[in-house]
């Protein structure tokens, strides 16, 4: 039976990726973000994710139109850089809201679809910066935030037959991350000293974990993050 597939910030970036790999492994893809690319490998709805009631109306149509959800990628977040002496608390509750959000609010309507069929997954992305790195006191926060998510949520439906994990990109050519590291710049170079490697992750390297977790097979695997970061969450490669 098709498995259906939503995901938030699926516009671009790593939820496009996401959302091409899961259409290609023949299930029903619904993307949500604020605005609809050009092109999109499934349905697609135009949500504000910063705003409850559009979330949960948005919610409201997929089950209506869909009945079930079987795998939740919450994907969606903000990055708006700041020193810890120049971060504005607006600027944090931004961050905070546009990645937290959305992620209880869509796990809380899909929770009862996936209970009744005692399947589901769900996949958190975070990021390497809760780790530690300069200028992300909103964003690690964040983050973090999504790998307690996981833990806690993954006792929580320990039972129900839902297996909740983590995916932390290292640094990723994305649209938002080459708008705050242009190509050959200062910005560039650190995150690639970084990185053994010595290169950074495509969008679709992060979409093959996420389908990894995804797998009807991988149920037994919960609670779990995995770094998908060429090697930077283990340290700096020494020439």
Known sequence: MQKTT??????????????????????LVIGLARRKPASFPGEFLEVDLSDPNAIQEAANKVLKNHGNVDHL??????????????????????????????????????????????????????????????????????????????????????????????????????????????AGSDAEKRFLDMVPMERFATPEEIASAVGFFLKQESGIITGQTLY???GASIGSAIP
């Open 6 to 27: 939503l995901i938030t910030g699926a516009s671009k970036g790593i939820g496009y990726a996401c959302a091409a790999d899961r259409a290609a492994a023949g299930e």
């Open 228 to 230: 998908v970061d060429g």
């Open 73 to 182: 990628v919450n994907n969606v977040g903000l990055v708006k850089l700041a020193k810890i002496g120049s971060v504005k608390l607006q600027d944090f509750d931004d961050v905070m809201n546009l990645t937290l959000k959305p992620a209880i609010s869509l796990t809380q309507a899909f929770l009862p679809g996936m209970k009744e069929r005692r399947y589901g997954r769900i996949v958190n992305i975070s990021s390497l910066v809760v780790l530690g790195i300069r200028d992300r006191t909103s964003y690690s926060a964040a983050k973090a935030a999504m790998v307690s998510f996981t833990r806690s949520w993954a006792l929580d439906l320990a039972l129900d037959g839902i297996a909740v994990n983590s995916v932390a990109p290292g640094p990723t050519v994305t649209e938002l991350f080459r708008e705050n590291n242009p």
